[in-house]
């Protein structure tokens, strides 16, 4: 998931055992093969609880990494992936 951004919104105040935590991302496509352009905004339920450890998230239990759109691009940039980062790059015009 290619990002330009996200929000994270206060949640209720953390109890001993957990709490939720709520993510907005500003999705701005996907990148597998090749680049998907797909704008949206994705809404994601953190569950966080209390281990000995410290703070865990324990639902979701996966979700695909979600990555910033200009670090992405300067990556691609510099292994010579040029035409995938002009792709990736025309999303940052919208």
Known sequence: ????????SA????ADAGTTIVAEYDVRG??????VR??????????????DAGWKIT?????PPHVMREPLFRHLEE???RELALRVG???KE
Do not use: W
């Not at 949640?11 to 953390?14: M, S």
């Not at 797909?38 to 281990?51: G, K, L, N, Y």
């Not at 639902?59 to 979700?63: E, R």
């Open 38 to 51: 797909s704008p949206r905004t994705e809404t994601v339920r953190f569950v966080v609880r209390r281990t």
């Open 90 to 92: 025309e999303g940052a």
């Open 30 to 35: 996907i990148l597998s093969q090749d680049y």
């Open 59 to 63: 639902d979701p239990d996966f979700m």
């Open 1 to 8: 998931m290619i990002i330009a951004g996200f929000k994270v």
């Open 11 to 14: 949640g209720p105040k953390a």
């Open 79 to 81: 292994t010579k992936n």
